[in-house]
């Protein structure tokens, strides 16, 4: 079972920018894929990003794309979820997830249900 603890999350102003950092441990993460979602008060828990361990891009939400970035450093077995240009509609608690996917399409890991890890969540608050 792979373990994970989010971290980075805060109080920020429009406009700034986060690091989220998700550190893993516990299995051989090569076959896993990582993704981030986050869910508001009152709204359901939403896909925001995803990437494998073994390689490959990143895939975003279009709420997202061009302002987050998500990156990984093996050596220390942590996925990062660099957020730029936050906007108050990014408010939310965030959550890293780990699955292993049958088929890595859309349809499969963007659904919070393919992943069976999860971090505790750290909360992201940004200001207008």
């Known amino acids: 079972q792979v373990q994970l603890v989010e971290s980075g999350g805060g109080l920020v102003q429009a406009g700034d920018s986060l690091r989220l950092s998700c550190a893993a441990s516990?299995?051989?993460?090569?076959?896993?894929?990582m993704g981030w979602f986050r869910q508001a008060p009152g709204k359901e828990r939403e896909f925001v990003g995803s990437?494998?361990?073994?390689?490959?891009?990143?895939d975003y939400a279009d709420s997202v794309k061009g302002r987050f970035t998500i990156s990984r450093d093996n050596a220390k077995n942590t996925v990062y979820l660099q957020m730029n240009s936050l906007i108050p509609e990014d408010t939310a608690l965030y959550y890293c997830?780990?699955?292993?996917?049958?088929?890595?399409?859309?349809?499969?890991?963007?659904?919070?249900?393919?992943?069976?890890?999860w971090g505790q969540g750290t909360q992201v608050t940004v200001s207008s």
């Open positions: 516990g299995r051989t993460l090569s076959t896993y894929t």
């Open positions: 990437i494998r361990w073994s390689g490959g891009t990143a």
């Open positions: 997830a780990a699955g292993v996917m049958p088929y890595y399409t859309q349809s499969i890991y963007r659904s919070q249900y393919r992943y069976n890890a």
